[in-house]
């Protein structure tokens, strides 16, 4: 058996750990202006040990002020996701789903637009994303309850409608948008980026990432049970609908703080759970934790080539999508001559 296939192997655990902060440490010194890892190894150790500096001012700050902020933030963002997603392919039984699908992202992505054209300042954008956020998910709750039961089909189906308002409603917006000032920085921000990200902003979303996923692995025998069917989870007395609404609540953050943070970036909680269940399989005791990692690991790289693959910084979202869909139509096609989904 190698060492991939032992799903509990501290050896592997550790060395997706290794991956995570080597690739954070070389994402330091990633950018128009150099630096080396070994320089960057050493100005994160100052800030814990006393050590004789034998790097310039000019690279702390850097390290220190603009890029260690900016790397947390994708890194938590990049976990978060992926969580996220593996949580919600494990409650619907369907490889199709992500964090998108329940309509938080566009809500966020509308109440972030809100917030840079009635005020522009940090906490304005992500108090409004996270309101939005919010209301999406009520709005979904709302349309699935209404009359009684809600189904996984109409879920689905309320977060397709609740998607399409709040993506009309964000088309309204940046139509009336100053056209010299609010207007780019609204399209900016929703393609995504995490070059606005500041240790306010992280002390404002970070929680809200970390928290939910958290309560998430906390769950994740009911999600496992989820997974397996309703009646199986009502045979050992877990009640379906309320754990999946409580699993859904947790993504709701998770989304709406990501979006808070860098805009809309799609595909992320869609595409890594797959890579994760590639490694350790479909338990979520597992899969979970790998997802983080792997996610964390994946948006660095993404981040890492959008500010230093040109000469202008690329939009998150574009990165996102040209990388994530062809491997997602790989992954369907694959799925397909297997003979297709569950």
């Given at each position: 058996?190698?060492?991939?296939?032992?799903?509990?192997?501290?050896?592997?655990?550790?060395?997706?750990?290794?991956?995570?902060?080597?690739?954070?440490?070389?994402?330091?010194?990633?950018?128009?202006?150099?630096?080396?890892?070994?320089?960057?190894?050493?100005?994160?150790?100052?800030?814990?040990?006393?050590?004789?500096?034998?790097?310039?001012?000019?690279?702390?700050?850097?390290?220190?002020?603009?890029?260690?902020?900016?790397?947390?933030?994708?890194?938590?963002?990049?976990?978060?996701?992926?969580?996220?997603?593996?949580?919600?392919?494990?409650?619907?039984?369907?490889?199709?789903?992500?964090?998108?699908?329940i309509g938080v992202s566009t809500g966020a992505g509308f109440g972030?637009?809100?917030?840079?054209?009635?005020?522009?300042?940090?906490?304005?954008?992500?108090?409004?994303?996270?309101?939005?956020?919010?209301?999406?998910?009520?709005?979904?709750?709302?349309?699935?309850?209404?009359?009684?039961?809600?189904?996984?089909?109409?879920?689905?189906?309320?977060?397709?409608?609740?998607?399409?308002?709040?993506?009309?409603?964000?088309?309204?917006?940046?139509?009336?948008?100053?056209?010299?000032?609010?207007?780019?920085?609204?399209?900016?921000?929703?393609?995504?980026?995490?070059?606005?990200?500041?240790?306010?902003?992280?002390?404002?979303?970070?929680?809200?990432?970390?928290?939910?996923?958290?309560?998430?692995?906390?769950?994740?025998?009911?999600?496992?049970?989820?997974?397996?069917?309703?009646?199986?989870?009502?045979?050992?007395?877990?009640?379906?609908?309320?754990?999946?609404?409580?699993?859904?609540?947790?993504?709701?953050?998770?989304?709406?703080?990501?979006?808070?943070?860098?805009?809309?970036?799609?595909?992320?909680?869609?595409?890594?759970?797959?890579?994760?269940?590639?490694?350790?399989?479909?338990?979520?005791?597992?899969?979970?934790?790998?997802?983080?990692?792997?996610?964390?690991?994946?948006?660095?790289?993404?981040?890492?080539?959008?500010?230093?693959?040109?000469?202008?910084?690329?939009?998150l979202g574009v990165i996102t999508a040209l990388i994530g869909a062809?491997?997602?139509?790989?992954?369907?096609?694959?799925?397909?001559?297997?003979?297709?989904?569950?």
């Open positions: 058996m190698s060492l991939f296939n032992r799903k509990t192997s501290p050896a592997f655990w550790a060395a997706l750990g290794i991956l995570a902060i080597g690739t954070a440490v070389i994402s330091l010194g990633i950018g128009r202006f150099p630096i080396s890892p070994v320089k960057t190894g050493g100005i994160l150790l100052s800030l814990g040990i006393p050590l004789s500096p034998f790097w310039e001012p000019r690279e702390e700050a850097i390290v220190t002020l603009i890029r260690l902020p900016r790397i947390l933030g994708a890194f938590g963002a990049g976990a978060g996701l992926s969580v996220a997603g593996a949580a919600l392919q494990g409650i619907f039984r369907n490889p199709l789903v992500g964090p998108q699908i972030g637009a809100l917030g840079i054209m009635i005020a522009g300042s940090t906490l304005s954008v992500i108090f409004s994303a996270f309101l939005f956020g919010l209301l999406a998910m009520l709005l979904v709750w709302g349309i699935c309850h209404k009359g009684g039961k809600g189904s996984l089909l109409a879920l689905i189906l309320a977060g397709v409608v609740v998607s399409a308002f709040f993506t009309s409603l964000t088309s309204l917006l940046k139509y009336v948008a100053d056209p010299y000032d609010k207007l780019p920085a609204i399209v900016m921000w929703l393609m995504g980026s995490f070059a606005t990200v500041t240790y306010e902003k992280l002390a404002l979303g970070l929680p809200a990432i970390v928290f939910p996923a958290c309560l998430l692995y906390a769950v994740r025998f009911r999600i496992n049970v989820l997974s397996l069917g309703e009646e199986e989870a009502e045979s050992l007395g877990i009640h379906p609908l309320r754990t999946r609404w409580f699993i859904l609540a947790c993504v709701t953050l998770i989304a709406s703080a990501t979006v808070a943070l860098a805009g809309i970036v799609g595909w992320v909680g869609l595409v890594i759970p797959h890579m994760a269940r590639a490694f350790v399989g479909a338990d979520h005791r597992h899969l979970l934790p790998a997802s983080a990692l792997l996610g964390g690991i994946y948006l660095l790289g993404i981040d890492n080539l959008a500010r230093a693959g040109t000469a202008v910084e690329i939009p062809p491997f997602f139509a790989l992954l369907l096609r694959s799925k397909q001559k297997k003979g297709g989904f569950e």
